[in-house]
């Protein structure tokens, strides 16, 4: 079965670091993008960014370019989203996605949810 | 920048009716286009990819049609478990990827 599983909820004070996983398993996880998608509360799906797992590729999207850091380790089947200076507006849940047929987003992490609060 | 624009917002329908949600984008995108189900404390799941394509396991009430910027996803005869949240997402010469608003479809 064709998996991707996220690390755990993180609750966070503005200001700090984190680094949140989502290891893939079922599939060769180098030669599929990966993609990261923000959900804040209550609203719609907003594209982060995508890596290439193989070579590590990474685009972004602008509106998130700058703001964290998009990583894979291949050789652990994992791949990375990374804030070095979490504020209250990265409060959200956070999905990692394998991108399958052309573009679409075939299979879902379960979400890991970031609360970031003083 | 491409828009996806989603309509309408919310859709009130009855079990065993049909529903129709569309979807427009503000340039050409082919086929390059996917419609996401999400329901309450669950992550997306893919129903349509190609514009027209299922993916695996998804049932033959969902079907999705279109090309270049007009797109529909149509349900044939609303199950209770179909009343969630649909979102189209464009692919086409990513990136960027882009997601419509979402559509609440909802019991009437």
């Known amino acids: 079965e064709v998996q991707l599983v996220q690390s755990g909820a993180e609750v966070k004070k503005p200001g700090e670091s984190l680094k949140i996983s989502c290891k893939g398993s079922g599939y060769g996880f180098s030669i599929y993008w990966i993609g990261w998608v923000r959900q804040m509360p209550g609203k719609g799906l907003e594209w982060m960014g995508t890596i290439y797992p193989g070579d590590s590729d990474t685009r972004y999207s602008p509106s998130f370019q700058g703001q964290v850091t998009i990583s894979a380790d291949k050789s652990i089947s994992t791949a990375y989203l990374q804030w070095s200076s979490l504020k209250a507006s990265d409060t959200a849940m956070y999905y990692c996605?394998?991108?399958?047929?052309?573009?679409?987003?075939?299979?879902w992490g379960q979400g890991t949810m970031v609360t970031v609060s003083s | 920048e491409m828009v996806m624009t989603q309509s309408p917002a919310t859709l009130s329908v009855s079990p065993g009716e049909r529903a129709t949600l569309s979807c427009r984008a503000s340039q050409s995108v082919s086929n390059n286009l996917a419609w996401y189900q999400q329901k309450p404390g669950q992550a997306p799941r893919l129903l349509i990819y190609?514009?027209?394509t299922r993916a695996t396991g998804i049932p033959a009430r969902f079907s999705g049609s279109g090309s270049g910027t007009e797109f529909t996803l149509t349900i044939s005869s609303l199950q209770s478990e179909d009343f969630a949240v649909y979102y189209c997402?464009?692919?086409?010469?990513?990136?960027?990827?882009?997601f419509g608003q979402g559509t609440r479809l909802e019991i009437k």
């Open positions: 997402q464009q692919y086409n010469k990513w990136p960027p990827i882009t």
């Open positions: 190609g514009a027209s």
């Open positions: 996605a394998k991108i399958g047929a052309g573009g679409s987003f075939d299979v």
